[in-house]
C-alpha cells in the first residue's frame, strides 16, 4: 500500500465523522457551538504535544485514549455530539483523523454559512483593522462573505500571501527576491 492509499482511507473516514458530527449539529442548531469547539480543539492540539501525541500513538490502548480524550472533551466543555463522536473514534482507534475532520467541518460550516476561508500568511500579526479590510477586499473578489485564517512567517519580511481556494497571491518580499534571483541567474 502507498502512502496515497493511507492518506485517501484517512481522508475518507474523517469525511464520515465530520458529516455525521456536522449533520447532527444542524439538526440540533448547533452550529455556532459545533465552531467554537473546532476552534477549541484546533489551539488545543496546536499547544499541546500531549493531546498531539494521545490522537496519534498507538502505544495508547483503546481504553487509555477514550478516557484521556473523554476526559479532555468534558473539561473543554465540548458540546455532548462532539464528546460522543471523540469518545466513539477513540474506541474505533480512529481519532488520528481528528485533525482531517476538523478541518473537513470547517469546510462544511463555511459551505453552509456561504462563506470561503482566505489562508493569509504575513510578515507580521494582521490588526484587526487590517484583516477586516482585506476581508471585504476579498468578498468583494469572490463574492462570498471571506473568513480570514492569519498566521505569521517573518521570513516573508514584508507582504502577502494570500490563499483561497485554488487562487493564490504572493506579494511577499520574500518572493519577489526570489524572482529577481532567478532573473539575475538567466542574464548571467
Known amino acids: 500500500m502507498d502512502v496515497s492509499e493511507s492518506a485517501s482511507i484517512s481522508s475518507g473516514i474523517a469525511d ?10 444542524k439538526e440540533g442548531k448547533e452550529l455556532d457551538k459545533l465552531e467554537a469547539n473546532l476552534d477549541d480543539l484546533s489551539a488545543a492540539l496546536a499547544s499541546s504535544p500531549e493531546l498531539t501525541d494521545l490522537i496519534h500513538s498507538p502505544v495508547y490502548s483503546r481504553d487509555a485514549q477514550s478516557n484521556a480524550i473523554t476526559a479532555v472533551a468534558a473539561k473543554m466543555g465540548l458540546t455532548k455530539t462532539m464528546q460522543n463522536v471523540l469518545a466513539l473514534m477513540a474506541s474505533k482507534r480512529r ?16 459551505e453552509e454559512k456561504g462563506e470561503v476561508t482566505a489562508d493569509v500568511v504575513s510578515a507580521v500579526k494582521l490588526t484587526a483593522a487590517q484583516s477586516k479590510e482585506l476581508a471585504n477586499t476579498l468578498k468583494t473578489k469572490v463574492g462570498k462573505d471571506v473568513k480570514i485564517n492569519a498566521t505569521v512567517d517573518e521570513s516573508l519580511i514584508g507582504g502577502l500571501v494570500v490563499k483561497v481556494g485554488s487562487k493564490m497571491i504572493d506579494t511577499s518580499i520574500r518572493s519577489k527576491l526570489n524572482s529577481l534571483q532567478n532573473a539575475m541567474k538567466e542574464v548571467g
Open 16 to 25: 464520515r465523522y465530520a458529516k455525521a458530527v456536522f449533520d447532527l449539529a
Open 95 to 110: 481519532l488520528f483523523v481528528l485533525p482531517q475532520m476538523i478541518n473537513r467541518l470547517r469546510d462544511q460550516i463555511a
